[in-house]
């Protein structure tokens, strides 16, 4: 049925004076017009998408040029029994042994370990994923790195070690002893605390070589050279030159036995040093 129109009569006429009324016309924006609105709606929702390709070419830069840098630097090492490293952008050094890290805890200790050449530590981008713990300091112990035979003072333990480099490598009985640190070495042997020498890292078992002291150069068959970290451990010298960036010279190097040569078993090689010289060596050291 048609809607009656309120305007016009029974007949169908309009009274006089009347207007049309106008059909209401819906707002503007109520029906926005279809292309324009699907237009923006795209614009929209492009956003995200073009953010996320932004960011996604930036990571890809960044990894390239972190790869790039890589592949442009040589490998490194891990660090070798005996050797000092200190971690690039940090002042953090570190002693390392047996696949464990022993951090420094200061330069005197550093000194001590190293037998007054702190300069031969090497630089590292990236510490091995290995256990760390924290060397005993040298201001409160001052027996650390020492010249003398060590024993612990728990009476149920009577290993005697050499501690030269801070590296305990134990003595098995008396004519070793007396080899390493002379005749009658047991009446000069030093009793410390258990829970202090037990924190130094345990090398192997001593052989009777005389006493030399981290730091010290030694000279062997063909006129090689190794530079020693702890009693039984050194470092390769391959290129003599380097010495000079440490303020040193083959010069300085002992010759000893082939024996006693071999028995200074090269876990590393000498790196190079930061140079900065002159530097005074130690008085006496070496002897």
Do not use: K
């Amino acid at each position: 049925h048609a809607v009656p129109d309120p305007q016009r009569d029974e007949a169908g006429q309009r009274p006089a004076g009347t207007r049309d009324i106008p059909a209401a016309v819906p707002a503007r924006d109520a029906f926005p017009p279809l292309d324009g609105g699907r237009r923006g709606t795209e614009r929209r929702s492009l956003v995200p998408w073009l953010s996320l390709l932004v960011l996604g070419a930036l990571l890809a830069l960044i990894i390239t040029v972190a790869q790039e840098r890589a592949h442009s630097e040589p490998a490194e090492h891990p660090p070798a029994h005996g050797e000092s490293v200190r971690l690039r952008g940090t002042h953090r050094i570190f002693l390392a042994f047996g696949e464990t890290l022993y951090e420094v805890p200061d330069s005197a200790t550093l000194c001590a370990c190293t037998g007054w050449y702190p300069d031969m530590v090497r630089q590292i981008r990236a510490l091995p994923p290995w256990p760390q713990r924290m060397l005993p300091s040298v201001m409160d112990h001052t027996w650390i790195g020492g010249a003398s035979p060590l024993v612990s003072d728990n009476t149920e333990d009577t290993t005697v070690f050499v501690a030269a480099g801070c590296i305990r490598p134990s003595i098995p009985n008396r004519e070793t002893l007396d080899s390493i640190f002379g005749s009658g070495a047991s009446a000069r042997t030093l009793t410390v605390p258990d829970s202090i020498l037990s924190r130094l890292p345990r090398g192997f078992i001593a052989r009777g070589h005389p006493l030399r002291t981290a730091g010290t150069l030694i000279r062997g068959p063909q006129n090689r050279v190794r530079w020693i970290t702890y009693h039984g451990g050194a470092l390769e010298v391959t290129d003599p030159s380097l010495l000079a960036t440490h303020c040193r010279s083959a010069d300085e190097a002992i010759t000893v036995g082939d024996r006693e040569f071999e028995y200074y078993r090269p876990w590393g090689t000498l790196g190079r040093g930061a140079g900065g010289c002159p530097r005074s060596p130690p008085p006496g050291h070496g002897h």
